[in-house]
């Protein structure tokens, strides 16, 4: 089954055909309509699965049809980690689609009180 199959944009498609992408793994079948359709999904795969894929291209699609209707945050990511924090934002950056959004990543430390924010 192609990705032209999950109802994702033009210009997405495009994006995704750009990184080499031709076919969704197993995950992202089972995860992308459910994102599309905006349910929660709670979902484990080995690395390199396309765990990340499969919830940033729904959402970039969503995200690319609201055409700046909206000024508040449209999604909020929470990671573990700093170092899968990076991963989903580099995630985002792969797919340059044009969609009004801007992308921001914090990270905080044991002491809450202290907050940093990256482009």
Not at 37 to 57: I, M, N, P
Not at 74 to 80: A, G, I
Not at 87 to 94: A, D, F, L, P
Request: charged share 20%; hydrophobic share 40%; proline share 7%.
């Amino acid at each position: 089954m192609p990705f032209s199959t999950l109802g994702f944009s033009a210009d997405l498609l495009r994006a995704v055909a750009a990184q080499g992408d031709t076919r969704p793994t197993p995950i992202q079948l089972q995860a992308i309509p459910a994102v599309l359709s905006r349910r929660d999904v709670l979902a484990g795969a080995q690395t390199g699965t396309g765990k990340t894929a499969a919830f940033t291209l729904p959402m970039l699609h969503l995200l690319s049809k609201s055409n700046g209707q909206h000024r508040s945050p449209r999604c909020l990511v929470l990671t573990p980690t700093r170092e899968l924090a990076a991963q989903v934002g580099e995630s985002v950056r792969t797919y340059p689609i044009t969609i009004w959004a801007t992308r921001r990543r914090f990270r905080g430390s044991a002491d809450t009180r202290r907050f940093e924010s990256e482009g």
